[in-house]
Nanobody, 125 residues
Framework: VQLQASGGGLVQAGGSLRLSCVAS????????MAWFRQAPGKEREFVSG????????AYADSVKGRFTVSRDSGKNMVTLQMNSLKPEDTAVYYC???????????????????WGQGTLVTVSS
């Protein structure tokens, strides 16, 4: 499975951005896809995830109510709509997928076995 993320950029506080991640591979079959982020000097942290088949979602408390994750199974794509962005949302955002854990959205980096390249989101104050 290969993951290609896009959509990052520079936005003012209070603005919005939409990240997309397209998955490819001859046998694409995953249980969950997720977004993580890593700010300078900090560890990579869970942002949001979605069950690929059932569509249930999970969010970090810091983004709940502002970010929305969704998937398009036909396009093998997951998106992260980010609204009301804050300077503390500034980070490199990574798309991830896993095919090992069928129940519940995993929230740890080690639980994901496929990663895309990061896309930088910068929120200015």
């Amino acid at each position: 499975v290969q993951l290609q993320a896009s959509g990052g950029g520079l936005v003012q506080a209070g603005g919005s951005l939409r990240l997309s991640c397209v998955a490819s591979g001859r046998r694409f079959s995953v249980y969950h896809m997720a977004w993580f982020r890593q700010a300078p000097g900090k560890e990579r942290e869970f942002v949001s995830g979605i069950g690929w088949r059932a569509g249930y979602t999970a969010y970090a408390d810091s983004v709940k109510g502002r970010f929305t994750v969704s998937r398009d199974s036909g396009k093998n794509m997951v998106t992260l709509q980010m609204n009301s962005l804050k300077p503390e949302d500034t980070a490199v955002y990574y798309c991830a997928a896993e095919d090992q854990r069928p129940l519940g959205v995993p929230r740890s980096t080690h639980e994901y076995n496929y990663w895309g390249q990061g896309t930088l989101v910068t929120v200015s104050s």
